[in-house]
């Protein structure tokens, strides 16, 4: 239902002039911290970090905290959680403004950058599948694994650029190929291997001993 979304919303902002149509739209140069607009990269970087940190700190509080623990009542039975008398539709509200939120701001921060926007970047399949896919092979339901995931698949990227070069719909297919992986080998995610790989010498220590 996602995908089919933001399918329709591309092929809308391709046909009004509103979006800039199928040309998008150049954002004026004003450089200034009001802006998000820096001389050098630096401020860039900085803002980006803040952003991370601040989203970091946001799942740390979901996962400790009386709304977290709503989320997943939620997820798991919706009939149940009512029951107990939590409000779903509160719940899932709270959920799509804390994810709107933070979309917002990297779509902020992505157009104050590169100044420029058309309707594939904002709805493209590519960018769509790629948001479903990193806390899939980061794994999901984890603090870390998000980050994992987006460094993993902007790892595959990046060398499948350098080796293949820009071959049209490349990307997708190595997408579908390593979500198929995943699935099958690691259903955890990186995060999954990597606290399996942690456990290893703890076992092997007690087990030794």
């Not at 959680?81 to 933070?102: E, N, Q």
């Not at 995060?191 to 703890?202: S, T």
Request: net charge neutral; no cysteine.
């Amino acid at each position: 239902m996602t995908l089919a979304f933001a399918e329709v919303l591309r092929i809308l902002s391709n046909s009004v002039d509103f979006t800039g149509a199928g040309v998008g739209i150049l954002i004026p140069l004003d450089q200034g911290a009001a802006n998000l607009q820096f001389v050098s990269k630096q401020g860039f970087f900085w803002i980006i970090w803040l952003m991370t940190l601040a989203a970091f700190a946001v799942v740390w509080w979901i996962g400790n905290s009386r709304f977290g623990a709503q989320l997943m009542a939620v997820r798991d039975n919706e009939d149940a959680a009512r029951a107990l008398g939590v409000s779903a539709f509160r719940v899932k509200m709270g959920a799509i403004m804390l994810s709107g939120l933070f979309s917002g701001l990297a779509g902020v921060f992505y157009a104050q950058y590169f100044l420029y926007l058309d309707p594939y970047i904002a709805y493209g399949p590519a960018i769509s599948v790629e948001s479903l896919l990193v806390p899939i092979i980061g794994g999901m339901g984890t603090l870390f694994g998000p980050l994992l995931g987006a460094v993993g698949l902007h790892l595959i990227s990046e060398l499948t650029r350098e080796l293949l070069g820009d071959l049209p719909g490349i990307s997708l297919v190595l997408y579908g190929i390593v979500l198929v992986v995943m699935v099958l080998f690691m259903p955890r995610g990186l995060a999954g291997l990597v606290n399996r790989l942690r456990r290893k010498p703890a076992a092997t220590g007690a087990h030794n001993a």
